[in-house]
């Protein structure tokens, strides 16, 4: 069975400072894609980055970065210089077979909040 | 680029009642997803949809549920006889594979409330 789990119900950190949240995912599946959503208060799913299991780099975009540790099987998304604007849940989702059969799993997320 | 819309934003229904909620995908994407989200969860996977043919179906779609997505564009999810468990967020996505990547847009969702 496939397994997101985020261990982090909440984090706080303060602007401009860098933070770290966890996931580790279970799956048997070799080849896979796992993604971070962030859902402010609105409700709206916003997705940020994107990792194939195959992928050799780590991916970044902007002040994202997706620290991918096959072995471990973690996939922690790392937020650098945090702004007041980056409050918000924060979701780590898998799909599998490099997410051509579509479906996403979800952990149960990371209450992010920035403090001035 | 108009992004995922649906519609209604918010639904309140009594107990019993149907309710139906549309979804309009991103108009280059042939994939469509809903997803449920209830409070402090991620949200769970319902059905999804390739063009107009719906390939995959949860076993949390019980028989009150249905979902149609005619001609391939947008979709209707309804829900018959409404109970208060089915209180949630209804989430539609949208995808268009790119080589091996499918990145899932979400729309705002519909937020219901079964009284």
């Known amino acids: 069975a496939q397994k997101i789990t985020q261990t982090q119900p909440g984090m706080f950190v303060q602007e401009k400072e860098a933070v770290t949240l966890d996931c580790t995912y279970d799956?048997?599946?070799?080849?896979?894609?796992l993604f971070w959503y962030k859902q402010p208060s609105s409700g709206e799913m916003i997705f940020l980055i994107y990792q194939g299991s195959y992928d050799q780099q780590n991916a970044t975009e902007g002040r994202y970065s997706l620290n991918f540790q096959k072995a471990r099987k973690s996939a922690n998304l790392v937020i650098s210089a945090s702004q007041l604007g980056d409050s918000a849940m924060y979701f780590c989702a898998m799909s599998l077979r490099g997410s051509t059969l579509g479906r996403l799993y979800f952990g149960r997320g990371t209450q992010l909040t920035v403090w001035p | 680029d108009t992004g995922v819309s649906q519609d209604p934003r918010h639904k309140i229904t009594k107990r019993g009642q149907n309710v139906t909620f549309r979804c309009d995908p991103i108009?280059?994407?042939?994939?469509l997803y809903w997803y449920r989200q209830t409070l402090g969860q991620g949200p769970e996977f319902l059905t999804y949809f390739q063009n107009e043919a719906q390939l995959e179906k949860s076993r949390l779609l019980s028989d009150r549920f249905s979902a149609e997505r005619p001609k391939g564009s947008f979709s209707t999810l309804e829900i018959q006889r409404t109970e208060q468990g089915d209180s949630a967020m209804y989430l539609c996505a949208s995808s268009s594979l790119q080589g091996t990547t499918d990145t899932q847009y979400f729309g705002p969702g519909t937020r219901l409330t079964v009284l």
């Open positions: 108009s280059e994407h042939n994939r």
């Open positions: 799956t048997s599946d070799p080849s896979y894609g």
